[in-house]
């Protein structure tokens, strides 16, 4: 028995913004006809795309459950992972486009780099008061502690609030609002005490200073990671760091 | 990258952009609506009564942290605008913007002070 | 293979225009031209007010003009907006934790426009509104 009769489809026009860096000088549209599953995302209309219309197609996906962050792509102008946004919600037109404010690779792939990079440049993992051994066992943290900063923890990655911050967009050197969500993460957590060697990246220019707390980034996260409550908590707390290094001025670093 | 100066110009934005938030409104009203619109009398503008809140330290002092606050908020608010709109003459920008909210911080000082 | 990344062109000054959140948060910046204009109001009273009673009824017969009472209704709009929008995030900028537990956001917006009616009220009635 085929139980796919009993599942209403529509054909949705799928228009896909290509670019193959080996024949095209820049990007352009393709259409596709897609017959829609109703109960299918948009990561499962691109795959039909791929599987049955154009095997050249390139996208990247993995988990299909909004918690590898791979598959995130402009659709409608919207950032959005495509495993988590249902058809049943979008009209019967749909405009699909690699995440903005990164370069195109090829096709929905962008460059991610660049995130990586300032990734990297926040220092995001423990740095523990002093160095411990597998002998002495986990570090201890109170439920009340953990509640500070697990919010932040929730980032995937995804890059969705780079792809809708007007900040990042005018200026590519800006940290951007993961990295600086993730910076906070560690700076809140108790078993961390690198605040100090994360401040050369956050507290600069193209740090949480370039943030002008448009909020974009805190409404397509998918997690409600809200970087921008990060950013904002990681302003007012620069500006009494920056305040107490004069009436208290640092000796040594702190470490 | 080396750590930004900008907490000091940001802390009178966000300084300013509290006070605004609570006061601006009504000090609007007080001052430009409710007179004309016929809900308070005209004497409490008159010149007599300005000029006795403002010869009072208190009042100077008052008078004085708003306007400060206010233009201080406004001039960084109206810096990152311009590079929000894609100027990008970034020191031009904030010479005319904090420029701007300098001068008004002396007109008012003058202006208190002569009074 | 050879690689070569293809950088969009972004709109740097019509950005804002193109989705409503965008608009929005620029309608919210904007905000700082009529406060800013609102404060070169008073200081430019506060200068009259030196040169003596004639200037000082010169201006407040501006200020109180119909050009006058346009303006200042702009700026109270805008004011309004500032407001508002201030206050809508404050929960986000500073978070309180009160027994444990997050304070939820819309207590402290909802004591923030409590204060604000106050601080309001009092100012009005002082004056003799």
New interface residues.
């Given amino acids: 028995m085929n139980a796919d009769t009993d599942i209403k489809t529509r054909i949705i026009e799928i228009e896909i913004l290509r670019y193959n860096p080996e024949t095209d000088i820049e990007p352009a549209f393709q259409t596709y006809e897609v017959p829609c599953h109703e109960d299918w995302v948009v990561l499962d209309a691109v795959n039909y795309i791929k599987d049955e219309i154009d095997r050249t197609l390139s996208y990247r996906w993995s988990c299909h459950m909004a918690v590898c962050g791979s598959c995130g792509m402009m659709v409608n102008g919207e950032p959005t992972l495509s495993c988590h946004s249902f058809l049943r919600d979008h009209p019967d037109k749909l405009r699909i486009e690699p995440l903005a404010n990164f370069p195109i690779e090829r096709d929905l792939v962008v460059v991610m780099d660049d995130f990586i990079d300032k990734l990297k440049s926040v220092k995001p993992y423990i740095v523990p008061r002093e160095k411990r051994s597998i002998d002495d066992g986990t570090h201890t943290q109170m439920p009340a502690e953990l509640a500070k900063f697990k919010q932040y923890t929730l980032c995937i990655n995804c890059t969705l609030c780079y792809a809708a911050c007007p900040q990042y967009m005018l200026n590519e050197g800006f940290v951007g609002p993961a990295a600086l969500a993730l910076a906070h993460r560690y700076n809140l957590d108790s078993r961390d005490v690198g605040a100090s060697a994360r401040e050369d990246v956050v507290a600069s220019n193209p740090g949480v200073w370039e943030c002008s707390f448009v909020g974009a980034c805190s409404d397509v996260c998918p997690h409600d990671v809200d970087p921008a409550s990060a950013i904002q908590q990681a302003k007012i707390a620069g500006v009494l760091d920056y305040f107490k290094s004069f009436l208290m001025p640092k000796g040594e670093a702190k470490q | 990258m080396a750590r930004s100066n900008k907490p000091i110009v940001w802390s009178l934005f966000a300084g300013g952009g509290t006070l605004a938030a609570f006061l601006t409104p009504v000090l609007i009203i007080i001052t430009g609506l409710a007179v004309p619109l016929g809900f308070m009398s005209g004497d409490v503008l008159s010149y007599e009564r300005v000029l006795a809140v403002v010869q009072n330290p208190v009042g100077k002092l008052v008078l004085f942290g708003v306007i400060f606050l206010q233009v201080w908020h406004a001039a960084h608010r109206l810096r990152i605008t311009a590079h929000d709109v894609g100027i990008h003459a970034d020191t031009a920008v904030m010479l005319v913007c904090y420029g701007l909210a300098a001068l008004g911080t002396v007109a008012t000082v003058f202006a208190l002070l002569s009074l | 293979?050879?690689?070569?990344?293809?950088?969009?062109p972004?709109p740097?000054?019509s950005?804002?225009l193109?989705?409503g959140?965008?608009t929005r948060?620029?309608i919210r910046?904007?905000?700082?031209?009529l406060?800013?204009a609102?404060?070169?109001?008073?200081?430019v009273?506060?200068?009259r007010?030196?040169e003596g009673?004639v200037a000082?009824?010169a201006y407040?017969a501006t200020?109180?003009s119909p050009a006058?009472?346009l303006?200042?209704?702009v700026?109270?709009a805008f004011?309004?907006y500032?407001?508002t929008s201030?206050?809508n995030?404050t929960p986000?900028?500073?978070?309180l934790?009160y027994a444990?537990k997050?304070v939820p956001g819309g207590l402290i917006i909802g004591a923030?426009y409590i204060?604000?009616a106050v601080?309001?009220v009092i100012?009005?009635v002082l004056?003799?509104?």
């Fill in positions: 293979m050879s690689r070569k990344p293809f950088i969009r972004v740097t000054a950005w804002w193109h989705q959140r965008y948060y620029m910046e904007a905000t700082c031209i406060i800013g609102y404060s070169a109001v008073l200081i009273g506060l200068m007010l030196g009673k000082y009824d407040l200020v109180q006058g009472m303006f200042h209704i700026a109270l004011a309004l500032h407001t201030w206050f995030v986000k900028a500073m978070p934790v444990g997050r923030h204060g604000w601080v309001s100012l009005l004056v003799g509104a």
